[in-house]
């Protein structure tokens, strides 16, 4: 069986996300890699060193310099005449584009898979991760897209893949770029970093919420995540946003402050090693998926905990 991977990039270098897709991958059967872009050279170097990639798939053109989703999806349904599966990570850009695929091949998507139990059987979330589907496909091909908290990274320098150059299916002509306004942060990106600091709406305002969560996260190293009252209060922006609508982390520490745990912010974090969580409520959802729980003010309790560490 022959499995193409998406590649999520910048051009420049390669993103973590398609580390995990490789080990989703590598269990269903060979794994090529596809890197479109525009000027991705080290990027195709970077994948072919991916411990289990086979071959890499090349596609430079200035007509996908941005990776528009029109553009990309033809690319990868003409590579599924020798390829048995595709699999994307299931972020923004790969959510983008795999439903065009599977609508391009007339097959079901098989979203957000947690383990490849079979080559045609997988495990995906359900109502807001409170159940675990078991979904078989009888596709004859199979557009498949993978949460990447589930499955570890594949070894970056493993690897000596051979490198293919492919040829784009040219411009669309059904949407065009216009421009990006990319979020610099200081702090790890959430998908990536190892230990988060998130807060919720009890932290009131977009000053408080500065004051009370950035000198902890500053002195841990973290990222900052919050929840969606939080996010839709305006405290901080929608990037910030942690759950089943924002974005699916797994670190190695998370820690939930003014958190209550509804379901859907629950869903989005619940696979982290370590669940520290501060609430006044000692019947918060939040307590019941924590390893630390720390009943109190958080206004009082987060200032103390700086102070000591």
């Given at each position: 069986m022959s499995v193409l991977?998406?590649?999520e990039h910048d051009n420049a270098s390669l993103k973590d996300a398609t580390l995990a897709v490789v080990t989703a991958a590598?269990?269903?059967?060979?794994?090529h890699v596809l890197v479109a872009g525009n000027g991705c050279d080290a990027v195709a170097q970077a994948a072919a060193k991916i411990t289990g990639v086979a071959k890499v798939h090349v596609a430079n053109d200035a007509t996908l310099a941005n990776q528009l989703a029109e553009n990309v999806a033809p690319l990868v349904a003409s590579l599924m005449a020798s390829h048995d599966a595709v699999l994307f990570?299931?972020?923004a850009h790969g959510k983008n584009i795999a439903p065009?695929?599977?609508?391009l091949l007339d097959v079901m998507q098989i979203s957000?898979?947690?383990s490849v139990e079979s080559a045609d059987t997988f495990t995906r979330p359900i109502y807001a991760g409170n159940a675990i589907a078991t979904v078989q496909s009888s596709d004859a091909k199979k557009v498949i897209t993978v949460r990447g908290t589930a499955f570890a990274k594949a070894?970056?320098?493993g690897g000596s893949a051979t490198i293919e150059a492919v040829s784009g299916s040219g411009d669309s002509g059904t949407s065009t770029f216009l421009s990006a306004e990319i979020a610099k942060q200081e702090r790890p990106e959430l998908t990536s970093a190892k230990i988060i600091v998130s807060g919720g709406r009890a932290l009131k305002d977009a000053e408080t919420f500065a004051a009370t969560i950035l000198p902890l996260?500053?002195?841990l190293g973290a990222g900052v995540g919050a929840s969606r009252a939080?996010?839709?209060a305006g405290f901080v922006p929608n990037d910030y946003q942690v759950g089943q609508t924002g974005k699916i982390v797994a670190p190695e520490v998370y820690v939930a402050v003014g958190i209550s745990g509804a379901i859907q912010h629950l869903a989005g974090m619940k696979d982290s090693k370590v669940i520290i969580a501060i609430n006044k409520d000692e019947d918060a959802p939040i307590f019941q998926v924590a390893d630390i729980g720390l009943v109190g003010d958080l206004f009082t309790v987060v200032p103390e905990l700086v102070g000591k560490l």
């Open positions: 991977v998406y590649a590598s269990q269903l059967g060979e794994v990570p299931a972020t065009r695929v599977a609508a957000d898979i947690l070894d970056e320098n996260a500053d002195k939080a996010v839709d």
